[in-house]
């Protein structure tokens, strides 16, 4: 079965700081990773995917993540955060590709940036 | 513009009362799923469709009923809508499945059963 844990319902970091949401995974195969991003009252965006090439991905608006077997990880993070960041980030794991696949979200983090 | 079209956005209905939520995209989209999105809970899969006339269930199911008739919609229908079912749903759509091309999603029809 395929899981993936957010670590931190709720982040808060200030405009300028350095951005880091934590997502864990569990899959018994090599995984296929997502990260999505929520802004208030729309539906989620794609902001980058992993799909077994580069180790570390770039998505769009500055962010990227690193895939580590070793850990199970693929946490976000983007260097300097800005106010327009403020939005729900959901990570999401797959086990499968093709039209058999099927995305297991996270349960979220809501990400605040204060001035 | 390539878009997921659902209506309604917002629905406050009455226990037992049948309702549809339609969804439609304009991609071409083999592959389209119903998410429900409650607090702490993430996303969770309602059901999915491969293709035209192939639906499966997802992870909470109970409850719902899909059709896919055509490959631009797949309603998702409620027949005798509990309380337990107000919650926010999503539906998206994917060209080939998500793990290869991911999903657009639609805007979210926040729903209400009283």
């Known amino acids: 079965a395929q899981s993936v844990t957010q670590l931190g319902s709720h982040v808060s970091v200030s405009e300028g700081a350095l951005v880091l949401l934590r997502c864990n995974y569990s899959?018994?195969?090599?995984?296929?990773l997502f990260w999505y991003v929520q802004y208030p009252n729309q539906g989620l965006q794609l902001l980058l995917k992993y799909t077994s090439a580069a180790t570390l991905v770039k998505g769009i608006n500055g962010f990227e993540a690193e895939f580590k077997k070793s850990e199970t990880s693929f946490h976000l993070t983007k260097p300097s955060a800005h106010m327009s960041d403020a939005a729900e980030y959901f990570c999401a794991v797959s086990q499968n590709p093709g039209t058999a696949s099927k995305l297991t979200f996270g349960t979220g983090t809501r990400l605040q940036v204060t001035l | 513009e390539a878009q997921v079209t659902q209506n309604p956005r917002y629905l406050i209905t009455v226990t037992g009362k049948k309702l549809t939520v339609t969804c439609s995209q304009n991609?071409?989209?083999?592959?389209m799923s119903w998410y429900r999105q409650d607090p702490g809970l993430g996303l969770r899969q309602i059901y999915y469709s491969m293709n035209v006339e192939v639906t499966d269930k997802g992870d909470v199911p109970e409850g719902y009923k899909v059709s896919r008739k055509e490959k631009r919609n797949f309603p998702l229908i409620l027949e005798s809508p509990s309380p337990n079912q107000t919650s926010l749903y999503f539906c998206?759509?994917?060209?080939?499945?998500?793990?290869?091309?991911?999903?657009?999603f639609g805007s979210g029809t926040r729903l209400t059963v009283v």
């Open positions: 998206a759509s994917s060209l080939g499945g998500p793990s290869n091309y991911g999903y657009t």
């Open positions: 991609m071409n989209h083999e592959y």
């Open positions: 899959s018994s195969v090599p995984p296929y």
